[in-house]
């Protein structure tokens, strides 16, 4: 099997429950996951937890990946929105026709300001709906629209997550997944 290369960017203030749910589940199916971060190494997320991002998402420029998937929280959406680099990767990503994603806030406040989800098409927290063509989004845990797929916030983390397992491993990957993660 192919690997599967995945980039994670967070930044200050990232909701951590997202962030390391997605990185979590998809390391479980075999993805090599970069988390990139557009500030500092050193994350401290939106409750108060610490991590160590693998780089700079800088040193990401020009590298292609099978998916680009953002977690949310406020302030780290915002921090992401910020970025001109993650701005460009998330282009070239979509652009290209590679899958790219986002939860809870950075939807709207991320790839919505970026003009890369379609009112409609889409979903995030229920406190930012307002922010995509004025609450034009779907109410679902996980949306997939084309090569990009958005989910609502911490609570839908967990499928969302293995949604994109879905999406970028055979049956067998998302059935091993699932199974060692009791569900």
């Not at 993805?31 to 610490?50: F, Q, S, W, Y």
């Amino acid at each position: 099997m192919e690997e599967k290369h995945v980039l994670v960017p967070v930044a200050q203030g990232i909701e951590e429950m997202e962030a390391i749910t997605i990185i979590d589940v998809l390391r479980r199916a075999g993805a090599n996951v970069t988390v990139a971060t557009v500030d500092r190494l050193d994350i401290e997320a939106a409750r108060g937890i610490r991590f160590k991002a693998d780089c700079l998402i800088d040193d990401c420029l020009g590298t292609k990946y099978d998916l680009v998937v953002l977690p949310g929280g406020i302030p780290g959406a915002e921090n992401l929105k910020n970025s001109d680099t993650l701005k460009q990767v998330l282009v070239d990503q979509a652009e290209s026709g590679r899958f790219f994603g986002a939860i809870c806030a950075s939807p709207a406040v991320v790839l919505h300001h970026h003009g890369l989800v379609t009112p409609g098409e889409c979903t995030c927290h229920p406190g930012f709906t307002h922010m995509i063509d004025n609450g034009n989004v779907q109410e679902q845990a996980v949306v997939v629209s084309g090569n990009c797929v958005t989910s609502q916030g911490a609570g839908t983390a967990l499928p969302f997550a293995l949604k994109l397992v879905e999406i970028l491993f055979p049956a067998e990957v998302v059935k091993d997944v699932r199974g060692g993660l009791a569900i």
